[in-house]
């Protein structure tokens, strides 16, 4: 039984060099994961030793809209017993002969063949509405080779060879330009909250921390422990004492919880002035 080489590359693998595309990802938060389909090889194992220039066919699916980057996985491409004298990856999208998304560098050694980079192919021009609409690209691959023969990892997730395709999560863009322009707007606002919540409103107006300012709270436990602490804060800021509110005087720091209309979103209570400033749940109110 013949065992790829693949295993002589573990180390580089593990500490891939650096992707073929220009912006890849460094923030996997802002990316989703897209899998395989059949018919796609997948299991454990790898597959029969293929001969130089035979192809193989893997399926990635496609996410309906249209992708800002889409970036191909085909880390498990190997030489089989590395005792070849010549290897070269070539790679098309759609068909064995259709256009060509990447030919490697020609290596002398399986185990230097082994090292390639193939984490993060660049698809996005080549991904179309055909595509988007039927959910999936086929991705075709072979090695000319020779001296040897040529292999293919299964796919299997969590595995060090396992293989995907990575396009921008739109909605996780959106939520991180938005938290950008929130931070941006607190910054000029002169407002500082730390730890700073997923979401704070500004609303128009703002006042000055006098020695008669109070804390005041309307919640559960937890929401007293958040009182005790900020009036702590702002004791050591006035270098004072800083007394609880009854919740009802001019100057407090009122903290409310605030029920939510929508997932991620945050509702003002209706007692609030138009000179609070809003914070995770709870109103700051001059």
């Known amino acids: 039984m013949q065992i790829p080489v693949a295993a002589l590359a573990l180390v580089a693998l593990l500490f891939p060099s650096p992707a073929r595309a220009d912006d890849q990802p460094t923030d996997p938060v802002l990316w989703q994961r897209l899998e395989t389909l059949d018919p796609t090889p997948k299991g454990t194992g790898f597959v029969s030793a293929l001969e130089s220039g035979q192809m193989q066919q893997f399926r990635f699916a496609v996410p309906r809209a249209l992708p800002g980057r889409y970036l191909v996985s085909l880390n498990n491409i190997?030489?089989?017993?590395?005792?070849?004298?010549?290897?070269?990856?070539?790679?098309?999208?759609?068909?064995?002969?259709?256009?060509?998304?990447?030919?490697?560098?020609?290596?002398?050694?399986?185990?230097?063949?082994n090292l390639e980079d193939l984490s993060r192919l660049d698809a996005t021009e080549f991904i179309t509405r055909e595509h988007r609409r039927q959910g999936y690209v086929d991705i075709w691959a072979t090695v000319h080779v020779e001296g040897d023969t040529w292999t293919t990892y299964r796919d299997s997730d969590g595995e060090p060879r396992d293989i995907y395709a990575l396009a921008p999560d739109a909605e996780a863009v959106a939520r991180r330009e938005s938290d950008r322009a929130q931070e941006t707007e607190m910054l000029r606002a002169g407002v500082s909250v730390i730890p700073c919540p997923q979401r704070v409103v500004l609303r128009g107006g703002a006042f000055d921390l006098s020695r008669e300012v109070r804390v005041s709270v309307a919640g559960s436990d937890e929401d007293d422990a958040t009182a005790e602490y900020l009036r702590g804060e702002l004791s050591a800021l006035l270098k004072q004492s800083v007394l609880l509110g009854s919740g009802d005087q001019r100057g407090e720091i009122r903290l409310e919880r605030v029920p939510i209309a929508e997932p991620g979103r945050l509702a003002l209570p209706p007692k609030a002035s138009p000179g609070s400033v809003l914070v995770s749940g709870c109103t700051w109110a001059n």
């Open 78 to 113: 190997v030489a089989m017993d590395g005792t070849g004298t010549s290897y070269q990856v070539e790679i098309h999208v759609d068909s064995p002969d259709g256009p060509l998304l990447y030919v490697g560098q020609r290596a002398s050694r399986g185990q230097d063949f």
